[in-house]
């Protein structure tokens, strides 16, 4: 059976801080891994990983993957409140990017 | 610029009563899926369709039928509603690389 596990479960941290939030997995026949935030309503797309040790970047956010070690990290620098949200990891698996199983997310609070 | 369209946003159904949740995407994607999500277990696979035609099931498929006869629809059925199925559903198209979620549909079952 096909397990995503993130950490932490939730994190409170200060504006301006640097966090990083962990996703390690295991499933049958990877694909890739994706990141997603969620705010009050639906996930929105952040980044797709399927190279190992190639960082995605998209402004103050990056992320990595160690397919051998079989994680990722996403980190968010200079936090700000609009980051506030649950980070949701997802593993393609099974031969298809379409299946994906989710992490449980974890929850970020950035307060002021 | 609609994307992924789910209906209704809210629903309250009865113990027993069927009903069926509405999912459309106008961006001519291959794959379409069902989650639901639980505080605290993440978002879970229901059934899933890689075109029109075929479907398959999830993680937690008991309980729900879907069909694809069409690229566009992909309709998510409740046959006997059950209070363990009050949850908050989303529906997602692709093609291959990053989902793209609906904005939900809240279902409370009484």
């Known amino acids: 059976e096909d397990k995503v596990v993130q950490s932490p479960l939730s994190l409170v941290v200060h504006e301006g801080d640097t966090v990083t939030l962990n996703c390690s997995y295991e499933?049958?026949?990877?694909?890739?891994l994706l990141w997603y935030k969620q705010e009050k309503k639906a996930p929105t797309f952040l980044f797709m990983l399927?190279?190992?040790?190639i960082e995605k970047k998209s402004g103050r956010l990056s992320s990595i993957l160690d397919k051998k070690e079989l994680f990722s990290i996403l980190n968010i620098t200079a936090t700000q409140t609009g980051d506030s949200a649950v980070y949701l990891c997802?593993?393609?698996?099974?031969?298809?990017?379409?299946?994906?199983?989710f992490g449980k997310g974890t929850l970020l609070t950035v307060n002021p | 610029n609609a994307g992924v369209t789910q209906t209704p946003k809210f629903q309250v159904l009865k113990t027993g009563q069927s009903m069926t949740l509405q999912c459309a995407q106008d961006?001519?994607?291959?794959?379409m899926s069902w989650y639901r999500q639980d505080p605290g277990m993440g978002l879970r696979l229901i059934h899933y369709?890689?075109?029109?035609?075929?479907?398959d099931q999830g993680e937690v498929p008991n309980g729900y039928n879907v069909s694809r006869s069409t690229t566009e629809d992909f309709p998510l059925r409740l046959l006997s509603a059950a209070p363990s199925q009050t949850s908050v559903y989303f529906c997602?198209?692709?093609?291959?690389?990053?989902?793209?979620f609906g904005q939900g549909t809240r279902l409370t079952v009484v």
């Open positions: 997802a593993v393609g698996g099974g031969g298809s990017n379409y299946k994906l199983t």
């Open positions: 369709s890689v075109g029109a035609g075929i479907t």
């Open positions: 961006m001519n994607h291959e794959y």
């Open positions: 997602a198209s692709g093609r291959g690389n990053e989902a793209f």
């Open positions: 399927t190279s190992s040790g």
């Open positions: 499933v049958t026949n990877f694909r890739s």
